[in-house]
């Protein structure tokens, strides 16, 4: 998993409460467990004029212009910045592979589903609160200024606009150290792999018999 420690980039909005999972990945892009090529289809319902299926060409789409994501001054965008109760629906864990692979690092909202916020910490994926008001007024500077860019640092804990203005964030500990550390549950469980197969051997040792049973 691809640590998260600093991160400034562009912000792109999407100025809707109660963005589900199926409008983040709709249903028909679900058919693969493949953890990649999903960044084509983020929001496709809103961001083509027709009904794209899996495996289509992302050339042969018919864009929506009025659509954020295919607005030139949004492009290369790398923070998201949504609405109240963002990720609601679905468990669908396709939905924060989506955002990720579109190339977005965090995610800022006034709240966020329970589920999408934490699948989103297993991904690599940062999902930041801030209090409504001050989302409001980002809405406002991004929506007034072209470019518009945020500075993250989860060290320290806090959003920076370009005038210097930080707003700090909530951050579980442990979920902290594992994106600072870039570690998913796999990794996490690499981490004591001498352990594992210190405790495999001896119990094999005890038990050659196992041994037979696992290269059956």
């Known amino acids: 998993m691809q640590a998260f420690t600093q991160h400034q980039g ?102 966020f589903a329970d589920i999408f916020f934490n699948n989103c910490f297993k991904n690599g994926l940062l999902p930041i609160v801030l209090p409504e008001a001050v989302v409001d007024a980002l809405f406002q500077a991004v929506h007034a200024t072209p470019g518009y860019q945020l500075a993250i640092d989860l060290a320290r804990q806090v959003v920076v ?8 964030f909530d951050v579980e500990p442990f979920r902290k150290h594992c994106l600072l550390n870039g570690l998913d ?15 495999q051997a001896k119990r094999l040792a005890a038990k050659p018999w196992l041994k037979r049973e696992l290269t059956a």
């Not at 963005?19 to 028909?28: F, G, N, R, S």
């Not at 606009?161 to 700090?168: D, I, K, N, Q, S």
């Not at 001498?194 to 405790?199: G, K, S, T, Y």
């Open 10 to 111: 562009l912000v792109v909005p999407i100025d809707r409460a109660n963005v589900d999972t199926d409008a983040i990945i709709p249903k028909q892009f679900l058919k693969s467990i493949q953890r990649t090529g999903f960044g084509p289809n983020l929001f496709d319902e809103w961001r083509y004029l027709d009904k794209g299926e899996p495996g289509q060409d992302p050339a042969s789409r018919k864009p929506n212009p009025a659509f954020v994501l295919n607005q030139p001054r949004y492009a290369g965008a790398s923070v998201m910045l949504a609405r109240a109760n963002f990720g609601c629906g679905s468990s669908r864990e396709h939905a924060p592979w989506a955002i990720q692979q579109y190339g977005i690092r965090a995610v800022i909202a006034p709240s």
């Open 161 to 168: 606009t370009p005038e210097g203005v930080e707003h700090a």
């Open 185 to 199: 549950e796999i990794g996490l469980t690499l981490q004591h792999a001498a352990d594992i197969e210190a405790f």
